[in-house]
């Protein structure tokens, strides 16, 4: 007896008409013809069945917040977090709880399965750690939450932003965090990267940094991350979260840095939605992209997953928890046309943020949590290219969310009566 039976699906790797068979929250078998009894089938009938998005750049404290206090009018990345330093102290912990709550629902319907959320510990209170930490123990049946202690006004700028850190950690919070560029001077930067590191590496924690988001090439803070990296031998443990610094950096100084950050094992959160809309906001023309330089550090081995960041917050007023809003974004300003590169960034936002979390049972194996999405695609490109429905969300082998296919109605003489995505692709990609 199966919990969930899934029929004739894709998978990400190519192979096609696989079943997929649950049980007890696991994974039991993925081969061709499973045969026996199950609560649920589901046919997939071509269509593609992933391991849940990733999402590992996310704000939860500040989600669905926009407008309150006021709007950001110039958008830019200043005035949001001024208006974040408006916001934190009339907020309360049920209103974060709220927001949060409201933002995972959407999260889960759309396919997210992990989200690492930064939160704020320059608030002597720490609400937004108490509330997310609540939050996290809430939603744990249907979504994996990971928190890092945040100091978003500089873990030495603030003045009690390092006991509040502290503070964080010892509540529970999972990662620390930081932000060495918004600090006073450059010293202070790399004096915080240290100082962060080595709390990670006596509490036996990782690291992930809002590390030199900014236009400058002179913003280095990445470099001094890689060597604390190595010297306290954290490999694999740091990941550099924007790091949009890089794509202003000359080219040789680049050369010599992206080896350091692959000696060190450090993994690469590029954000792309927000990067490109807070980025280069000094420039007239031509305008900076504001993404780092994902090819090249992906192609140095580093492992590189695409971030949302923040959605209908301080600092950007849109977004929907779509993943493949972001792949395709970061597809489109890294300029990754192949259909190699194409399929790499859908792995830039599932297996790739995974390992970055460093997420247990992840994937579609025998063995591995019983968490998949079924989408209205037959493959990951057309995935990214239709911002494919979700149309069934699994969660330990059960169904948490289902949406309708997306399948129009036409009203036109001598017209098809339907409009299915799908079908208009070139014919070889319809066979």
Same mark, same amino acid.
């Given at each position: 007896?199966?919990d969930?039976?899934?029929k004739?699906?894709?998978?990400p790797?190519?192979?096609?008409?696989?079943?997929?068979?649950?049980?007890?929250?696991?994974?039991?078998?993925?081969?061709?013809?499973?045969?026996?009894?199950?609560?649920?089938?589901?046919?997939a009938?071509?269509?593609?069945?992933?391991p849940?998005?990733?999402?590992p750049?996310?704000?939860?404290d500040a989600?669905?917040s926009?407008?309150?206090?006021?709007?950001?009018?110039?958008?830019?990345?200043?005035?949001?977090?001024? #208006?974040?330093?408006?916001l934190?102290? /009339?907020q309360?912990?049920?209103?974060?709880?709220?927001?949060? #709550?409201?933002?995972?629902?959407?999260? /889960?319907?759309?396919?997210?399965?992990?989200?690492?959320?930064?939160?704020?510990?320059?608030?002597?209170?720490?609400k937004?750690?108490?509330?997310?930490?609540?939050?996290?123990?809430?939603?744990?049946?249907y979504?994996? #939450?990971?928190?890092?202690?945040?100091?978003?006004?500089?873990?030495?700028r603030?003045?009690?932003?390092?006991?509040?850190?502290?503070?964080?950690?010892?509540?529970?919070?999972d990662?620390?965090g930081?932000?060495?560029h918004?600090?006073?001077?450059?010293a202070?930067?790399?004096?915080?990267?240290?100082? *962060?590191?080595?709390?990670?590496?006596?509490?036996?924690?990782?690291?992930?940094?809002?590390?030199?988001?900014?236009?400058?090439?002179?913003?280095?803070?990445?470099?001094?991350?890689?060597?604390?990296?190595?010297?306290l031998?954290?490999?694999g443990?740091?990941?550099?979260?924007?790091?949009?610094?890089?794509h202003?950096?000359?080219?040789?100084?680049?050369?010599?840095?992206?080896?350091?950050?692959?000696?060190?094992?450090? +993994?690469?959160?590029?954000?792309p939605?927000?990067?490109?809309m807070?980025?280069?906001?000094?420039?007239?023309?031509?305008?900076?992209?504001?993404?780092?330089? /994902?090819?090249?550090?992906r192609?140095?081995?580093l492992?590189?997953?695409?971030?949302?960041?923040?959605?209908?917050?301080?600092?950007y007023?849109?977004?929907r928890?779509?993943?493949l809003?972001?792949?395709?974004?970061?597809?489109?300003v890294g300029?990754?046309?192949?259909?190699?590169?194409?399929a790499?960034?859908?792995?830039a /936002?599932?297996?790739?943020?995974?390992?970055?979390?460093?997420?247990?049972?992840?994937?579609?194996?025998?063995?591995?949590?019983?968490?998949?999405?079924? #989408?209205?695609? +037959?493959?990951?490109?057309?995935a990214?290219?239709?911002?494919?429905?979700? *149309?069934?969300?699994?969660?330990?082998?059960?169904?948490?969310?289902?949406?309708?296919?997306?399948?129009?109605?036409?009203?036109?003489?001598g017209?098809?009566?339907?409009?299915?995505?799908q079908?208009y692709?070139?014919?070889?990609?319809?066979?």
């Amino acid at each position: 007896m199966f919990d969930l039976l899934v029929k004739n699906a894709n998978l990400p790797d190519g192979r096609r008409g696989m079943d997929i068979a649950c049980a007890g929250g696991v994974i039991v078998a993925v081969e061709r013809g499973i045969e026996g009894v199950a609560h649920e089938v589901i046919d997939a009938a071509g269509q593609l069945v992933a391991p849940p998005f990733v999402d590992p750049h996310f704000h939860m404290d500040a989600t669905l917040s926009l407008g309150t206090p006021r709007m950001n009018v110039s958008g830019t990345l200043l005035e949001g977090i001024a #208006l974040w330093g408006e916001l934190k102290p /009339v907020q309360s912990v049920p209103d974060i709880i709220t927001r949060a #709550l409201r933002y995972c629902d959407l999260a /889960v319907s759309m396919g997210i399965g992990a989200i690492r959320s930064h939160v704020d510990v320059c608030d002597d209170e720490l609400k937004g750690v108490e509330a997310l930490i609540e939050v996290r123990r809430r939603v744990a049946p249907y979504l994996d #939450l990971q928190l890092v202690a945040f100091p978003q006004d500089g873990v030495f700028r603030d003045p009690t932003a390092m006991e509040n850190l502290v503070r964080a950690l010892d509540m529970g919070v999972d990662v620390v965090g930081g932000i060495p560029h918004f600090e006073r001077t450059m010293a202070d930067g790399a004096a915080s990267v240290t100082a *962060l590191c080595e709390i990670a590496e006596k509490r036996g924690l990782m690291v992930d940094m809002h590390c030199d988001e900014s236009d400058d090439p002179m913003s280095r803070h990445v470099e001094t991350l890689a060597f604390e990296t190595q010297r306290l031998g954290l490999q694999g443990r740091v990941a550099g979260s924007h790091l949009t610094s890089m794509h202003s950096m000359d080219n040789y100084y680049v050369s010599k840095l992206i080896p350091l950050m692959a000696e060190a094992e450090m +993994r690469v959160i590029p954000n792309p939605l927000i990067n490109i809309m807070l980025q280069g906001r000094h420039d007239t023309y031509p305008k900076r992209r504001g993404q780092t330089r /994902v090819r090249e550090l992906r192609d140095a081995g580093l492992v590189v997953g695409f971030g949302s960041d923040c959605v209908m917050d301080p600092w950007y007023s849109m977004g929907r928890a779509d993943m493949l809003d972001v792949a395709v974004m970061g597809q489109h300003v890294g300029q990754l046309a192949s259909r190699d590169d194409s399929a790499w960034c859908f792995e830039a /936002v599932t297996t790739n943020s995974a390992a970055i979390m460093g997420l247990e049972g992840y994937g579609l194996a025998k063995g591995c949590a019983a968490n998949m999405v079924l #989408l209205q695609a +037959r493959d990951p490109i057309e995935a990214l290219r239709l911002r494919a429905v979700r *149309l069934a969300v699994v969660r330990g082998g059960r169904v948490i969310a289902r949406t309708p296919a997306n399948i129009a109605k036409l009203s036109l003489d001598g017209r098809p009566d339907y409009v299915d995505p799908q079908q208009y692709a070139p014919v070889s990609q319809n066979k």
